[in-house]
């Protein structure tokens, strides 16, 4: 059946298309600006990792927050019984709840009506509706209990990390940080990815302070603690030197600030912040501090007094000044938080990566080669097998890498190193679909057809085992979008696309290339010629493979049953992705060596701390292990591992660094378990439904034997452990799957034209049918990896390394632990009366 012409011509302009967003990526930005305008200018944007900078991830203290709902529902208390002319009543906290109880001087007070009257509200859904935010019981004494909701806590975290996204946002602008990406993660956490920042140390800083400004009313008679009248909290000076009671609400807040800036005091030459209120803010900060007269009143940020001066005259002016113990860079920080505003839940950082631009570069660098080394053995491969269809195979992959670059383009999407590994693998994935077309048209033309017929066949035969065998990887690299975090992410979604393009290229592009072919040159025969002439197969092969089954699966059993006691023992080097801690690459000066270094930080008190050698002999990787003391200790020991390398070595550049706290490292762990049990049970389900159960049983315990091979590897070698090795791991399990499911779709095929073939036989007959498609695949996917496993780094190490071990893993299996579970399984069946016993005459097994 010819492809109508409309059709081709539609194929045509998605491809131009393509290739038109492709092309800006590839092009520099002196070469980009020559364009013409009418052209498409976007390229790619590029990760952190690729064009170097910092991304830190903060979350919302949720333990802060609930708190700031507690003390503004006690204000709200105190302040009805005020407007109702009542003694406050007292209020003690328990948790997440407050108890009201009215004591001896309010005992006729309605407590119920108080709580109601000054009970805070929430809106649950956009329909403007609100629900009251705690819930009211009857406590023990006549007491009640004010229990906060979990749905308002929960509306009060999406608002506060809304409105904290804005606030970052401009504290980022204010350090005038270029291109930055902030953008929520999950409920309650914020990634800010800023491009060349080699140094967040200060950003930290001006990122995780909440800046919030109030001026308080002073108590005179400072009093102890037991004393102290209601309303008022004792609060630390910001230099640590004495305390303050103040008013817990208070008089005026930051907010009013219309603007801040950094200056010196005009007599003695002090660093201070100068500041200006907006109108309202001028008319209540004259109207305070004229009542405030001769009294002090507290500056304070953030729950310190940063200075409590004595109002000697009104100030109507609507401006002034905040004195301390400050450096110029502390009156600048505080100046741009001030000018930013006051966030309004407590951010901390609790994760931190950096790279430096030189890494970027050098990681572009060696994606690049390594993916045109691949692409080149694969394209070698191709048209030594396949002649000049071959080289249509390697055209279609161009279009398939220039349609997947565009399709990142157009999403938005970023590309990382995983990402480019993502690509360079999907190359080799993307040509499985061409070798089974072209291996499924060879064998429809050995049987005789004509070339349109052999075509077609071919198309129709391979067309649903190319459907299956994707989807199945499709199954992994979403599970591995929707269970990851940053750069692996990139990875699937490079990886997924590349899988899309390719079903694209492959059924629609090659088939058209063909069909234009048998237009124009209307052979007889179509006929895939290979380069070498001794490749061509004179016919099926006839190897008894199902002879070998019981040492297949012995040795499988015998490697399986090794790597899980590589396991237990020495186990896994687990990276920071999983363990917490600090990872730093740094470059070594000259004169330094890595025995120079050893020593000092191994005396630093920072626990385990391992140093290995990294590149070339000036390289080097110092992991720090998790630090007790929460996320905010993690950062503490990088800084301090810093300092202490430039002070060894003050030339020593340091180009990459990963500060990952103890609960995102638990997350990640379990992630990446639930990632790879969730993409085994979605094969279980896919294969059994589309084919029978023994078949996904064969699958999913050949699966089990393939990771726990590739994990006594991981053992074995002692590579890193982490979200990569992870991407790793789904990527093999895709893989694994879709090389079982070709040969899964050949056993079907071959059960229905020979219903009273043994299962034996039909299972040999199928390995051999599908024998040259697996050694093929299995070839343009080791070609296209082997590369980047030699040469690309430690950043892809723990993908690429794997990739190649788990490949030959995965095409063994197959034959020699897949097959033979499926013949036991069937013979079972058939024993038990499951299927119809073959009639007499026929040996079975």
């Known amino acids: 059946m010819k492809i109508p012409v409309w059709r081709l011509v539609a194929y045509a302009l998605v491809v131009v298309a393509g290739l038109l967003l492709a092309v800006p990526s590839f092009l520099s930005p002196a070469m980009l600006g020559q364009v013409p305008s009418w052209l498409p200018h976007q390229a790619v944007a590029l990760g952190l990792d690729l064009r170097g900078g910092a991304s830190l991830t903060l979350q919302a203290d949720q333990a802060a927050l609930e708190e700031a709902m507690l003390d503004d529902y006690r204000e709200r208390l105190e302040a009805a019984a005020q407007e109702r002319d009542l003694p406050a009543p007292g209020i003690a906290r328990d948790g997440n709840a407050l108890l009201l109880a009215s004591g001896d001087r309010v005992e006729n007070v309605d407590l119920r009506g108080l709580a109601e009257a000054a009970m805070p509200r929430f809106q649950r859904s956009g329909l403007g509706q609100t629900e009251p935010s705690f819930d009211i019981a009857e406590a023990p004494e006549g007491q009640l209990r004010l229990t906060l909701r979990e749905a308002a806590i929960e509306a009060a975290r999406s608002d506060a990390v809304g409105r904290s996204i804005e606030v970052v946002r401009q504290r980022v602008d204010e350090a005038g940080i270029a291109e930055p990406s902030i953008q929520q993660v999950g409920g309650d956490r914020i990634m800010v990815q800023m491009p060349g920042v080699s140094d967040p140390s200060a950003l930290r800083v001006l990122l995780g302070s909440t800046a919030k400004l109030g001026f308080h009313r002073v108590l005179l008679d400072q009093g102890t603690d037991q004393s102290l009248p209601d309303g008022y909290e004792r609060l ?39 500041f200006r209120f907006d109108t309202e803010g001028a008319l209540a900060f004259g109207e305070l501090t004229q009542a405030l007269v001769g009294q002090p009143f507290a500056i304070v940020l953030d729950g310190e007094v940063l200075s409590a001066p004595v109002v000697q005259e009104a100030i109507l002016g609507g401006s002034g000044e905040i004195t301390g113990s400050f450096t110029v860079d502390e009156t600048t920080t505080l100046a741009a938080l001030l000018r930013a505003g006051a966030l309004p839940v407590p951010l901390e950082v609790i994760e931190e990566r950096t790279v430096g631009a030189d890494l970027g570069q050098d990681a572009i660098s060696i994606g690049l080669w390594t993916g045109v080394a691949g692409f080149g053995l694969v394209a070698a491969i191709m048209i030594v097998l396949y002649g000049a269809w071959g080289a249509v195979a390697t055209g279609a992959l161009l279009i398939n890498l220039a349609l997947t670059i565009a399709a990142l383009t157009l999403l938005g999407g970023t590309l990382t190193l995983p990402g480019i590994a993502g690509l360079v693998l999907g190359m080799g994935f993307a040509v499985d679909a061409n070798v089974l077309i072209n291996e499924r048209i060879r064998e429809e033309t050995q049987r005789g057809k004509r070339a349109a017929s052999a075509v077609q066949a071919g198309f129709d035969r391979a067309y649903r085992a190319i459907l299956d065998s994707n989807l199945t990887t499709l199954i992994a690299t979403t599970l591995l979008f929707w269970l990851g975090s940053g750069p692996v992410r990139g990875f699937a979604i490079t990886m997924g696309l590349g899988i899309l393009m390719s079903l694209f290229t492959a059924v629609t592009v090659v088939r058209a290339v063909m069909d234009v072919y048998l237009r124009v040159r209307k052979p007889k025969v179509f006929e895939v010629r290979p380069l070498l002439p001794w490749l061509a197969r004179g016919g099926v092969p006839a190897f008894r493979f199902m002879r070998a089954r019981y040492l297949g699966l012995a040795v499988s059993l015998v490697l399986s049953t090794a790597s899980i006691t590589l396991f237990v023992s020495p186990g896994l080097n687990y990276g920071v992705d999983f363990r917490g801690g600090t990872l730093i690459e740094a470059q070594l000066g000259q004169t330094t060596t890595l025995s120079d270094v050893r020593e000092p930080l191994e005396a630093l008190g920072l626990g385990e701390v391992t140093l290995q050698e990294s590149g070339d002999d000036r390289g080097l990787l110092i992991r720090v292990e998790s630090q007790p003391g929460g996320e905010a200790a993690q950062t503490r020991a990088a800084e301090t591992v810093k300092a202490a390398v430039a002070e060894i070595a003050p030339d020593t550049v340091f180009q990459r660094v990963e500060v990952v706290g103890p609960k995102v490292s638990g997350e990640l762990a379990l992630a990446g378990i639930l990632a790879s049990v969730a993409a085994s049970l979605a094969m279980l389900v896919y294969i059994w439904a589309r084919f029978d159960w023994p078949f996904a049983v064969g699958a999913i315990a050949t699966l089990v034997l393939d990771l726990t091979k590739t994990i006594g590897f991981f ?19 895709g893989y694994s799957v879709n090389d079982k499911v070709v040969v899964y779709d050949r056993m079907r095929e071959n059960m229905a034209m020979h219903p009273l073939m043994p299962l034996r036989q039909i299972i040999d007959l199928s390995i051999n049918q599908t024998l040259g498609r697996s050694l093929y695949t299995s070839m343009t996917a080791l070609a296209a990896m082997l590369p980047m496993a030699i040469w690309g780094g430690a950043a892809v190490q723990s993908f690429a390394v794997p990739m190649v071990f788990g490949i030959v893993i995965a095409a063994s299996s197959s034959v020699f632990i ?20 073959p009639p007499e005459g026929v040996q079975h097994g």
């Open 236 to 274: 630390p000076a910001a230099n640590g030197e004495g305390d303050y009671v103040v008013e817990r609400r208070s008089a005026l807040d930051g907010e009013h600030l219309s603007d801040a800036q950094s200056g010196f005091h005009p007599q003695t030459g002090q660093p201070v912040v100068q």
């Open 715 to 733: 053992a074995l070698t002692g590579l890193d452990f982490n979200l990569t090795a992870i991407a790793a791991l789904l990527t093999l399990i």
């Open 818 to 837: 897949a097959a033979p579970i499926l013949l036991f399984l069937g013979d079972w069946r058939t024993r038990r009366g499951a299927v119809p016993v």
